[in-house]
């Protein structure tokens, strides 16, 4: 059993990093915003990013540090979550 919900937090974490990572190459390079898989992409990570947007500002360069940040920040509740169970 602990083999398995090891396996799911593991899964979990994984595939909402993922996805950060796919949004950050995806601003950097032309898209289409109203895609299907954009906005899928976009309903995935925001309940992520929306609070350390609001945690953390956007720089006077417009640099948005968020996708860091949480990418940090799940990977240490993962840990977390691990040594727990």
Do not use: C
């Not at 109203?34 to 906005?39: D, H, I, K, M, N």
């Amino acid at each position: 059993m602990n083999f398995l919900l090891d396996r799911l937090i593991h899964t979990a974490f994984d595939i909402i990093q993922f996805l950060i990572i796919i949004r950050v190459i995806l601003s950097w390079v032309p898209h289409d915003p109203y895609s299907q898989w954009v906005r899928l992409l976009n309903d995935a990570t925001e309940p992520v990013l929306k609070p350390v947007r609001q945690a953390v500002p956007i720089t006077s360069m417009g640099v948005d540090f968020s996708p860091i940040v949480a990418f940090i920040l799940l990977g240490f509740l993962k840990k977390v979550l691990l040594a727990v169970i």
